[in-house]
């Protein structure tokens, strides 16, 4: 009965130690393609298209949704 419990726990282990190694793996491509785009990924909105897209969506902002909020001013300079 040892024997079975040890060589299950063995097995258990591997299948686990594989798919840590396919997590980490799929973790580092993922965060490489978005790393190295070329183009920015945010797009000046004027107040009157948010506000549509807000009626149409009915998207909650994290500011309505928490009740505060943080403002930044320059978003392709902050400091990180």
Excluded at 1 to 25: C, D, E, G, R, V
Excluded at 61 to 71: H, L, P, Q
Aim: glycine residues 2%; proline residues 0%.
């Amino acid at each position: 009965m040892a024997l079975y419990l040890n060589l299950l726990a063995m097995l258990m282990f591997q299948s686990l130690k594989a798919f840590k190694s396919f997590y980490i793996i799929l973790a580092t491509f993922s965060f490489l393609g978005c790393a190295f785009h070329s183009e920015r990924a945010i797009e000046v909105v004027t107040y009157a298209q948010f506000e549509e897209f807000v009626s149409q969506t009915a998207y909650v902002t994290d500011a309505e949704k928490y009740g505060w909020s943080i403002v930044q001013t320059d978003v392709y300079h902050s400091k990180r």
